[in-house]
């Protein structure tokens, strides 16, 4: 029986990565668009 234990969505990653914590990071950020999300406020604040 092999059992996997997944810790990140589907697609995602690779199969393997690194154990490097900024690929991980950055892949989860542009994964849900956060820096969008923090580009519009910092252009948001610019504008005014």
Same mark, same amino acid.
């Given at each position: 029986?092999? &059992?996997?234990?997944?810790?990140?969505?589907?697609?995602?990653?690779?199969?393997?990565?690194?154990?490097?914590?900024?690929?991980?990071?950055?892949?989860?950020?542009?994964?849900?668009? &956060?820096? &969008?999300?923090?580009?519009?406020?910092?252009?948001?604040?610019?504008?005014?």
């Amino acid at each position: 029986m092999e &059992l996997t234990l997944v810790k990140a969505l589907c697609g995602m990653f690779e199969a393997k990565i690194d154990n490097d914590l900024k690929i991980v990071d950055t892949t989860i950020r542009e994964y849900y668009e &956060l820096n &969008l999300e923090e580009e519009k406020k910092e252009n948001a604040k610019n504008l005014i």
